[in-house]
Nanobody
Framework: QVQLVESGGGLVQAGESLNVSCTASGRFDRIVAMGWSRQAPGNQRDLVAKITNGGRPDYADSVQGRFTISRDNAKNAVYLQMNSLIPEDTGVYYC?????????????WGQGTQVTVSS
């Protein structure tokens, strides 16, 4: 069984920084892409950033230049460093990973961690 567990959310003021982490565990063969999405109350879940297993990142326009995604393949972990936070960044942040078990591929999600940015 594959599990993704996020950590590091919290309450910060606008302009501050926060780092969230996610680690995958369980039985699997390899992780391809990993990423972070967020969901604000009443809104759909939107992709924030993603990173390939080779380390190439991609960002939503709204966070470009403020957020940095990284990963540690040896630890099956992905991180999101969030700087210059604004209230619009508030939401539940979910990590996801594209994982192969044998020849089977699926997308796995964590349970989410709350990030709240006060003005």
């Amino acid at each position: 069984q594959v599990q993704l567990v996020e950590s590091g959310g919290g309450l910060v003021q606008a302009g501050e920084s926060l780092n969230v982490s996610c680690t995958a565990s369980g039985r699997f063969d390899r992780i391809v892409a990993m990423g972070w999405s967020r969901q604000a109350p009443g809104n759909q879940r939107d992709l924030v950033a993603k990173i390939t297993n080779g380390g190439r990142p991609d960002y939503a326009d709204s966070v470009q230049g403020r957020f940095t995604i990284s990963r540690d393949n040896a630890k099956n972990a992905v991180y999101l460093q969030m700087n210059s936070l604004i209230p619009e960044d508030t939401g539940v942040y979910y990590c996801n990973a594209d994982i192969f078990i044998g020849q089977l591929w699926d997308v796995y999600w964590g349970q989410g961690t709350q990030v709240t940015v006060s003005s």
